[in-house]
């Protein structure tokens, strides 16, 4: 179930506002922010397109939530912002560290989503999630593979990115620029491999069970680029140019089709059926 679905089946079904911002994992602030979002598309219904139908309004409705769910999932909202700019005014070392408390000294990654291996997740500890490791330039993420599960083709565009196994099996790829040969790997327990800054790379899970890894970046706001939601992102003229053989699904646009690249969500995505059926888990 898409991430559209499940707030529209939650809301549907009567379940309260604070389960389904638990459920979610979203914040007031991000239902703030789509109710602007919201406000904004009503107004415009009203003043240029004046529908006459709840349709129209139940639609716009839908679309604030999603805003909400989908500014969640996409980016990461600092969890302490006023920490932050507190401890980024700091003057001394002995400021800084005199600024945090108990709680702000652990980053739990057990404790950062529900469900993290369906299929699949990258739990950034960065300077958005973990004041405490700002200005240090580095960022550690925990990288969760469920059967068959992958990272798609990315880019980190402000670092280079260390990643070790720490369980399964995993298949990576990366390629630097045009004239690089193509660095492919496989990575079991206590195996590492470097991913350059601005490279595009991907890993893989080719097993049934579920894989550990941690990734190591030297800066504290590496950032992430999809390469598939960026590419198509640019237009269908230009796409189908770069790449003639593209087909669109039968009956759909441009844009339509480009909704069917999955979200990037957390991280993961399901991999390739020939994997989930070697698994079970299609038929």
């Known amino acids: 179930m898409s991430t559209y679905d499940s707030a529209v089946t939650y809301w549907t079904q009567g379940i309260s506002s604070e389960h389904l911002l638990q459920t979610l994992d979203i914040s007031y602030f991000h239902i703030i922010s789509s109710a602007i979002i919201l406000t904004a598309l009503s ?42 700019r507190q401890l980024r005014n700091t003057l001394t070392r002995v400021e800084f560290v005199n600024a945090l408390t108990g709680d702000d000294t652990v980053y739990d990654f057990s404790k950062a989503v529900a469900d ?53 099996q995993t298949k990576t790829f990366m390629r630097t620029e045009n004239g690089a040969n193509d660095i492919i790997t496989t990575l079991t ?55 003639p053989m593209i087909q669109l699904d039968n009956g759909k646009d441009w844009n339509d089709t480009g909704k069917d690249i999955p979200d990037w969500g957390l991280g993961g995505q399901d991999g390739t059926d020939n994997c989930r059926r070697m698994c079970r888990m299609i038929s």
């Open 189 to 243: 327990p206590g195996k590492a491999t470097m991913f350059f800054s601005g490279s595009v790379h991907n890993m893989y899970n080719e097993g049934c069970g579920n894989n550990l890894l941690y990734s190591f970046l030297n800066s504290d706001d590496p950032g992430t680029l999809n390469i598939a939601q960026a590419f198509w992102a640019s237009g269908q003229d230009m796409a189908m140019k770069v790449m």
């Open 116 to 168: 993290p291996l369906h299929p699949g997740s990258v739990l950034n500890a960065n300077a958005a999630t973990f004041p405490m490791i700002q200005g240090s330039g580095m960022t550690v993420a925990q990288i969760n593979l469920g059967p068959c599960a992958m990272l798609s083709p990315h880019v980190h565009p402000r670092a280079n990115n260390m990643v070790v196994a720490v369980s399964g």
């Open 43 to 84: 107004t415009i219904s009203v003043v240029i397109l004046r529908p006459s139908s709840t349709t129209m309004l139940t639609t716009l409705f839908l679309a604030g939530v999603s805003a909400a769910i989908l500014s969640s999932a996409l980016c990461e909202v600092p969890t302490n912002p006023d920490l932050n």
